[in-house]
């Protein structure tokens, strides 16, 4: 593994946000001066403490809320409002409880534009999508019926059925238990390759970063910058990398600890 400063790269994004500033109205800057990108088909990590806005750079990034300053590219275009060609994942599943598991996984998907066969390609990506989280046999069941885990299935499900080229998750898996969490990182690095969709994991969860990321971005500060930056090149799966795992949270918590005392 090795560190990567690679602030002067910048062919080959999928997103790609330059300076960005954000301020809520009425308070200090949250961010500022941030650089930050993804790579087709890269997961990256987003990394940082409670409260130093990570999920506000997520919603600047996912076009949800416009920055105070800075620019942002998202497949080659401005990106000034939320892109179909992205897609979103919560803590909270936020499944809609009077659908099942199909109806809440085909929700929103818009077909209305396409040509006819798009009842039977509605059907088959949202097929294909529940069978890629392990929920096939579970279509008629509605979200009262489901665990935690089942119930963030899905809304991964909802994610991969718009087949986006990113994907942002906001500590996905964070309400869930040790074993289940485990389970969800190694069934979302499976579907995003196979998908060939982009990552932006939000995530204060050291570990998680390590096992499920291609790169890990530290933010920080206050206002939030981005810190440091780490390229994880351990090969996968990374369970079996206890010692490089090991080491390389060790000098993610030392500058965790950098950022702290700094701020
Ligand atoms: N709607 C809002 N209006 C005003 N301030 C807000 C709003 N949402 C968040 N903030 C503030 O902005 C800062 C960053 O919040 P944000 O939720 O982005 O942090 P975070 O890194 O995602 O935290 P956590 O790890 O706890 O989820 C915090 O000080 C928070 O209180
Ligand atoms: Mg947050």
Redesign the pocket.
Known sequence: MSILHAKGDIGGWALQGQDLGFA?PG?AP?FEHIDIGVRPREIVALL??????????LRVLAGLQAPSSGTLTFLDAPLTAPSPHSALVFQQASLLPWLNVTANVGFGLDFSRQPKIARIAHDQRVQAAIDAVGLAGSERRYPAALSGGMAQRVALARALARQPALLFAD?PFSALDAITRADMQTLLVDVVHRWHSAVLL?T?DIDEAILVADRIVLMGGQPGRIMHEWQVELPRPRLAEAQAIGALRLEILAALHGVRAAA
């Open positions: 809520y308070a949250t940082g403490g409670s409260g130093c806005g990570k999920s506000t750079l500590e939000v204060h």
